[in-house]
């Protein structure tokens, strides 16, 4: 990599990851749901035939899907989201820190639910290579295309995807059969395959009980309703949490390439953004992490330019380069 990073009068750092689960799941009570339209309780409001808790990403994309889905066409869908509403995207502001590389797949996702113009009318990046090395060994990878012909990746903020989702809900010429709820937190689920009732039962909040045929779990890596659905997850905390930032790159460039470099501590990537901007994951041991949230930008910017080129000896054990990645940064 020849760019060298400079820092951004734009670099707003923020702690994330306090414990990473290897299962994210959707849940789907499906021993719920029934076809047996004629004892529906349809005039009742707060009866759905599908509720989706959480509106994140996961939840916002699926509730799209669904609604734009003919065949579930007669059916009433609600997305439960406990926060506010969504505060929307501005193209004008500067890019926020949450950005995640997308697969061709998710791209194809969002093409066929009418949500990838609005994105790329806005801002995109698209990514032709992937290059990922390890720091104590000759170790190297990298994903492209040939003739870097096609993308490895989009990079795009978390904010403008669901910002283009809600643009569809709010759009609901297709999506009229979906509601949107926020301030509404599920705070208790009773599953009809446990109760024996005809429905499942969602408990909010504000007191209010709903009803549905089939519930949706989206509710984030903490789940709720996965929790209550009694789904086990393997979880491990390892000690680590990652540092997000916004750099500017000292030259602009093509800037298509997402690096990311695998140090003894963890693993720190930078994701193109636009020709002069990047955006940095470094996910690193707690101490650390804490240190390089403490440094000035001028500091931080030094410390992420010796992350990705600085040597470490190859003859060092991982164990030993810990010791050393420690040494230098504190020092
Ligand atoms: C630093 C970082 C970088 C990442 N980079 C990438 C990447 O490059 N590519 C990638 O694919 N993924 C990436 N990820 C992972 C990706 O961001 C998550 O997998 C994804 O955002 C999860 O979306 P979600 O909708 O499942 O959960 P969330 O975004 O957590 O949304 C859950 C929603 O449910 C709501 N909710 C929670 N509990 C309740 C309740 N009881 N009642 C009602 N609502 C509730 C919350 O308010 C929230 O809106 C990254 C994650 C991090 C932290």
């Not at 505060?87 to 194809?108: D, K, L, P, W």
């Not at 929790?227 to 030259?251: C, H, P, W």
């Amino acid at each position: 990599m020849s760019a060298l990073i400079k820092p951004s009068g734009t670099r707003n750092l923020r702690l994330l990851f306090k414990q990473l689960h290897a299962v994210r799941a959707i849940c789907v009570s499906s021993k719920c749901y029934t076809d047996d339209h004629a004892q529906k309780p349809k005039s009742s409001a707060e009866h759905y035939d599908i509720i989706i808790g959480g509106g994140g990403l996961v939840g916002t994309a699926l509730a799209v899907a669904l609604g734009k889905n003919k065949v579930l066409n007669d059916k009433r869908i609600l997305l439960l989201e406990g926060a506010p509403p969504f505060r929307g995207f501005n193209v004008e502001a500067q890019y926020g820190n949450r950005v995640s590389a997308i697969n061709n797949n998710s791209v194809e996702l969002f093409q066929s639910i009418g949500a990838w113009d609005y994105m790329e009318e806005r801002r995109v990046k698209h990514v032709k290579q992937m290059q990922v090395w390890d720091a104590c060994s000759d170790a190297l990878i990298k994903f492209q295309d040939e003739h870097f012909a096609a993308d490895v990746a989009c990079i795009i903020e978390n904010d403008l995807m669901l910002d283009a989702l809600y643009a569809q809900l709010a759009d609901n010429t297709n999506t009229q059969n979906v509601e949107v709820r926020n301030n509404s937190r599920i705070e208790g689920v009773q599953l009809s395959v446990d109760t024996g009732d005809k429905y499942s039962q969602v408990h909010l909040k504000d007191g209010k009980t709903l009803t549905c045929e089939l519930l949706i779990g989206a509710d984030g890596a903490n789940s709720l309703v996965r929790k209550q659905m009694n789904i086990d997850v393997f979880s491990l905390e390892y000690q680590r949490r990652g540092v997000v930032a916004t750099v500017q790159l000292e030259d602009p460039c093509d800037n298509t390439v997402a690096w990311q470099r695998f140090l003894p501590t963890g693993p720190v990537a930078l994701l193109p953004l636009s020709d002069t901007l990047s955006s940095v994951v470094w996910s690193t041991t707690i101490p650390h992490a804490k240190h390089l949230l403490e440094l000035s930008e001028a500091d931080f910017t030094k410390a992420l330019n010796e992350a990705f080129f600085q040597g470490i000896p190859q003859e060092w054990s991982c164990c030993q380069c810990n010791e050393y990645i420690k040494f230098d940064y504190w020092t």
